[in-house]
């Protein structure tokens, strides 16, 4: 029979932390700290296999969990020594959610449950605190309506806003108990005019309103949108935490908290948080408050002058360091901790590992394998490859001038610029047109997280360095500035002031998400610098991994990026980017329009010096490292003029008239280009095309070996091979070009001709085709596209469509489809291997750059993976967990 509820507490427990699948994170871990020995609240976990159960069969419950709940209460109480709705002594529980991953803040909780008008006096008498007790109610009914009855929070605060103003009373420590008693009835009424029937008042029907509503929070909107953000599988489900109350607003010696074991912003070492006097979790978590700081060291970095909880509270402070020590130590890494002083008394709430930036996670990795804790791999694959994208952003340039309009808490660093929005539905619209926004908002929800998602940094008026806004967007690598407190939001008029300025919407801001500050207008960016930490995981990385590196790049700035950036080779150069070029358009266009070959090999005279000196310039910044060069592959389609000016530049040079030169346009012009007269058709069609590019790269290795005394290493590249005999016919032409060059030069140059596998045809007669290959490059992007059958220039019409109808788990343009396309190239790479065992392999898709996509390559036996410049160092990572992946 299947178990359904774990309890934890008391210093045992049912599961681990191994049970997460089971248990959900925040289960298993309570249950992992019981075991502990930490001051952990006691309570169960109803499973996620019960939130499965739950939605597959339209949301009943599977049989026997009532009976297991009834008797985990029954053994709770026993543990508490309290009773739950017994108004003597009244049990008090939290309802949390908690899934396998991690989803901060996306699904829901309820807090002081059990309470009602009887259990409330109870509860005032015991403790001897009435306003506690009616404080701890009216959070309760607020929140239980939320959550379960879908009675929103803002009716409460507008009733206490009003109650407040009418009494003249600032914040909400003035309210006193009789003022709660006073305010509770008219909540309790609010609740029933909304819904027409009472607050529920029978502890049990809460209890199971709050679990059917937490594990319906697993479906709830910004749930989704985070699960399809982090690739988290609907089908995991959420457990549901049923867990005994500790209050953290019994007065001036309790206190509620959230701290990291190291800081998740920079990775530093020393513990970082924040803690609110007299409050509970909900108070820290949503930024309703702007806390106070964890430790001194930390007031003093802030410029906070209230005291920190290590100079408030030493002696709580002092146990909960040696549980962040015993934490850390145990689980191995950064912990994010949630907790609560119950007069004088700590307990924990939560354990995680924390989220952070990738700077953090870059920091923390290294520094736990040098302090010996984790070894070098696992510092390797503790850092997620996309993720290290942040780190290669820019920051601004420090002789930038300034114009500081507002300052905030340096929440998520980086810096980005953009024009200001005020609502996340606005954010998202703009992003999707191509601007670049900044969201400013009083607070974020966690319904903020598509705007927050589409925004290039956050901004907000209120809340902590751990409220929903910065966690999030740390998590998703947005700068962010919270906390702004100077910033006026004017939302009716789309506009907010700060120090007597106003920004207007659509107003360019830039977001120091380092320093905290909000500047006016955009700042100059410099690029990151890569040394220290970063250098050292790349070394541990490339120590680690099997498959080279490479980049697509044709420019020598772009090239020497990649360089910098730890590129072994080029692994696509894309010779018609040369040809797009300014000064170089008009030859290439006189080219395809003359009609004879004798007009070709003129005007490609005129390009032969140019490229020539294109692949010089490479080769100077490569070395020795391999280069692979793709012979011209767009459609001649693409090239063709279309303005009055460019016909009567391109009559001039030829001598034709400009209608005979319009005739032949029309006569080039295609349906289907992508499909038409490109790659390698162009070089059986118009073998003088070739014949100059490949003589160009002869030369240039022969110049540059002239030069330097390296001898450069070129990899021609022949693209859209369908049919062996195309590469045979090109290779055997090619070959002859690399025998007049040597005759004329006096050097041998060093190459291989190979194909590009981007052809259903190609990967299916690969062993033919590898007959002449010396080397496949399998080009994803056009190997999609041709195996879908799908435009890669207009899927963007439906794919969001597919996406979300969960025809695509994924955009197979940008992360392979490893079933379909991904069997091409196991295809491909056998059927080449076979008839041919040397036969070099990579990849230079987009894929090349993406994690997952990688793990596949490595998987398939690929010898390198080629990427842009900037997603090198994160193929370098991703290549290296990816070989140790395979080794596991
Ligand atoms: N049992 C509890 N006692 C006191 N405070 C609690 C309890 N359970 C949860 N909390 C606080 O609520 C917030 C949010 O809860 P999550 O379930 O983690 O979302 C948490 O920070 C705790 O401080
Ligand atoms: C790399 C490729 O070439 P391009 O993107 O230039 O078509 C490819 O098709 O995968
Ligand atoms: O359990 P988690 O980590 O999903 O988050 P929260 O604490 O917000 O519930
Ligand atoms: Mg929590």
């Known amino acids: 029979m299947a178990k359904w509820v774990y309890a934890f507490g008391g210093g045992t427990a049912d599961g681990d932390r191994e049970d997460r699948d089971l248990l959900g994170g925040k289960g298993a871990n309570l249950a992992e700290m019981a075991t502990l020995g930490l001051p952990v609240p006691p309570g169960f976990t109803l499973t996620t296999a019960v939130c499965t159960a739950f939605y597959d069969n339209d949301r009943q419950y599977p049989d ?73 109610y009216r959070r309760f009914i607020t ?76 479906m709830n909107d910004r749930a989704i949108t985070y699960r399809r953000m982090y690739d988290i599988p609907a089908s995991w489900g959420t457990a549901v935490n ?96 949630e907790f609560t002083v119950e007069q004088g008394r700590l307990w924990m709430l939560q354990t995680r590992n924390g989220k952070r930036t990738a700077r953090a996670a870059l920091k923390i990795a290294v520094d736990m394998a040098d302090e010996g804790l984790i070894s070098e791999e ?22 930038y001038e300034r114009d500081v309009i507002a300052r905030g808490l340096p929440a998520s660093p980086g810096a980005a610029t953009g024009a200001a929005v005020f609502d996340a539905d606005e954010a998202e619209r703009r992003a999707k047109l191509g601007d670049r926004v900044i969201l400013v908002r009083v607070e974020t929800s966690p319904e903020d997280i598509h705007g927050m998602h589409a925004a290039q940094a956050i901004v907000t008026a209120r809340g902590g360095m751990t409220s929903h806004a910065a966690v999030v967007a740390r998590g998703m690598g947005r700068p962010c500035v919270s906390g702004a407190g100077d910033i006026k939001i004017d939302a009716a008029n789309k506009r907010f002031s700060a120090k007597g300025r106003t920004v207007s919407e659509g107003e360019m801001i830039t977001v120091d998400g380092a320093t905290g ?104 910044i490569m070395g020795e490292r391999p280069c692979t060069i793709r012979l011209l592959d767009p459609p001649l389609h693409e090239f063709l003029p279309h303005e009055e000016d460019d016909v009567a530049a391109v009559a001039e040079a030829t001598g034709l008239s400009a209608t005979a030169l319009m005739e032949r ?83 041998a140059p060093e190459y291989l001709i190979g194909t590009m596998i981007e052809l259903p045809r190609a990967a299916l007669r690969a062993g033919d085709i590898a007959a002449h290959a010396e080397f496949f490059s399998f080009g994803t992007n056009d190997l999609t596209q041709t195996t879908f059958g799908l435009s890669r220039d207009d899927a963007g019409k439906f794919l969001a469509a597919y996406l979300e109808a969960q025809i695509f788990d994924k955009d197979p343009f940008v992360s392979l489809d490893q079933e379909g396309v991904g069997d091409l190239i196991r295809i491909g790479v056998e059927r080449g291997r076979a008839s041919r065992s040397e036969l070099k392999l990579g990849i230079c898709g987009e894929h090349g750059g993406d994690p997952a996509s990688i793990g596949f390559c490595e998987g398939v036996g690929l010898d390198y993976v080629s990427c842009s410049p900037y997603r090198v160092p994160v193929a370098r990572l991703a290549a290296a967990q990816a070989a140790l992946r395979a080794k596991s």
Not at 105 to 134: H, I, P, Q, W, Y
Not at 274 to 301: H, S, W, Y
Not at 378 to 399: K, N, Y
Not at 693 to 722: D, N
């Open 517 to 620: 500050e909000v500047l006016a207008g955009e700042a100059t960016m410099i690029k990151p610098e890569l040394s220290g930490d970063f250098a050292k995981l790349m070394t541990w990385a490339d120590r680690t991994r099997r498959m080279k590196v490479r980049t697509n790049a044709e420019t020598p700035a772009d090239v020497q990026t990649a360089v910098d950036f730890g590129a072994e080779g080029i692994g696509l150069c894309r010779t018609e980017h040369m040809f797009f070029d300014a000064d170089r358009i008009a030859a290439v266009r006189e080219m395809i329009l003359s009609d004879s070959q004798d007009g070709r090999v003129k005007a490609l005279a005129k390009i032969l010096p140019m490229q020539r000196e294109d692949f010089a310039s490479i080769f100077r």
């Open 242 to 337: 049923v867990q005994a109350m500790v209050f953290g607003n019994m007065g001036e010696t309790s206190a509620t908290g959230v701290a990291f074991t190291r800081d998740p912003s920079t990775g530093e070492t020393g513990r970082y948080g924040e803690f609110l006097i007299n409050a509970q979790g909900e108070d820290v978590v949503a930024g309703i408050r702007t806390p106070q700081c964890l430790t001194k060291a930390m007031r003093e970095k802030m410029h906070d002058r209230q005291p920190s909880m290590e100079e408030a509270m030493p002696e709580v402070y002092a146990e909960l360091e040696r549980v962040f020590e015993k934490l850390e130590h145990h689980y191995r890494d950064m912990q994010d901790i």
């Open 665 to 747: 346009a029309q006569s080039l012009n295609e349906t289907n280009p992508m499909l038409g007269h490109r790659g390698c058709r162009l070089g059986i069609t118009y073998p003088e095309i070739y014949e100059m590019q490949a003589r160009a790269i002869f030369e240039a290795q022969a110049q540059v070996e002239k030069e330097t005394g390296i001898k450069p290493v070129a990899e021609v590249m022949i693209p859209l091979v369908a049919v062996a005999r195309e590469l045979e016919i090109l290779k055997a032409r090619i070959e002859a070009v690399a025998r007049d060059v040597e005759s004329e030069t006096g050097k």
């Open 378 to 399: 696992e510092a390797v694959m503790r850092v997620d490859p996309g993720a290290l994208d942040q780190l290669l952003h820019p920051t601004i340039d420090e002789s």
């Open 143 to 218: 929140m239980y309506s939320d959550v379960v009855l879908g009675v929103p929070h803002s009716t409460f605060e507008e009733l206490l806003e009003r109650f407040k103003e009418d009494r003249d009373y600032q914040l909400d420590t003035e309210v006193t108990a009789e003022d709660w008693a006073a305010l509770i009835p008219e909540y309790k009424q609010a609740v029933e005019s909304e819904l027409g029937q009472p607050f529920p008042t029978d502890p049990r029907d809460q209890l199971w309103g709050a679990i059917g509503a937490v594990f319906g929070s697993w």
């Open 64 to 136: 026997g969990l009532t009976d297991e709940v009834e008797a985990a209460l029954a053994d709770l109480e026993t543990k508490v020594g309290k009773a739950f709705g017994d108004p003597a002594n009244p049990l008090l529980v939290s309802v949390r959610s908690g899934a396998r991953a991690s989803m901060p803040g996306m699904m829901d909780t309820v807090l002081n449950l059990g309470l009602n008008d009887e259990t409330a006096e109870g509860l005032a008498k015991l403790s001897g605190d009435r306003r506690f007790a009616l404080d701890s």
